[in-house]
C-alpha cells in the first residue's frame, strides 16, 4: 500500500512523517486490509495546523477525515481519531459491501469547474450575471454505485453532497444532506 505524506508550504521532518506512516497503516490493518492507498496533507493557516487524511479502499469507496490543533501531531491525532471512527462505524457495511460487489466501483469522467462570485461594488456584472466567469477547470471522478452505497460514501468522505451514476439504471443521482440533517436523494430517472 502507498501512503503519501505531504505538507502545504511546511516542512514535514522525517519524524513526523514515520510517526504518521506507521499510525495510518496499523489503522488501515485494524479495520480494511483492503485499502490500496492514503494520502495525508498537512498544511498551517495562522497559528493552526490542518491535517487532512485520505484512504482509498480496493472496491473503490474513499474514507476522508481533516483534523486542526496548535501542534501538528495534535491535528494528525484529531483526523486519525476521525477517521478511526468511521471505518470502525462502517466496518460492518464495508465488508459487506465488499462481499457484494464482485468488481471495483466504475468511474465516469466529468468536468467540474469554479465559477467567480460577481463583485458587490461593480454593477455592470448584474448584466452578465447569466454569462458566469470560470476562474477553474478540473476533472471529477463520477462513481457507478448504489444509493445505499452512495450515502455510504459521502458520509465517509464528509461531504454535504456526492454526485453518482445509480448502478440500476445508469442515470445521473445525487445524495445530499438536507437542512433537517436527513438525508435527500435526487432522482430525476423516477420523476412524473
Not at 480494511?32 to 498551517?44: E, M, N, Q, R
Not at 487524511?53 to 469507496?61: E, F, K, N, Q, V
Not at 486519525?80 to 466501483?105: A, M, T, V, W
Not at 460577481?118 to 456584472?125: L, Y
Request: proline share 3%; glycine share 4%.
Amino acid at each position: 500500500m502507498n501512503v503519501q505524506i505531504n505538507g502545504k508550504q511546511i516542512d514535514i521532518g522525517s519524524s513526523l512523517s514515520s510517526h504518521t506512516k506507521n499510525k495510518v497503516t496499523e489503522l488501515i490493518l485494524k479495520y480494511s486490509k483492503s485499502a490500496t492507498g492514503s494520502c495525508i496533507t498537512f498544511s498551517k493557516d495562522r497559528h493552526e495546523y490542518f491535517c487532512d487524511i485520505s484512504i482509498h479502499l480496493a472496491t473503490g469507496m474513499t474514507v476522508q477525515a481533516k483534523g486542526k490543533a496548535t501542534d501538528i501531531y495534535d491535528s494528525f491525532e484529531n483526523s486519525r481519531e476521525k477517521i478511526s471512527k468511521q471505518l470502525r462505524r462502517y466496518k460492518r457495511r464495508l465488508k459487506n459491501h465488499h462481499n457484494d460487489r464482485k468488481s471495483p466501483i466504475e468511474f465516469s469522467n466529468a468536468n467540474s469547474y469554479v465559477i467567480s462570485t460577481p463583485d458587490e461594488n461593480n454593477d455592470s456584472t448584474e448584466k452578465e450575471s447569466l454569462k458566469p466567469l470560470i476562474i477553474a477547470e478540473m476533472q471529477e471522478k463520477i462513481p457507478t454505485i448504489s444509493v445505499g452505497e452512495a450515502v455510504m460514501q459521502m458520509e465517509l468522505y464528509g461531504a454535504n453532497m456526492l454526485i453518482f451514476k445509480n448502478s440500476s439504471h445508469q442515470k445521473i443521482n445525487v445524495v445530499h444532506v438536507r437542512e433537517d440533517g436527513n438525508i435527500g436523494w435526487v432522482d430525476p430517472e423516477h420523476s412524473t
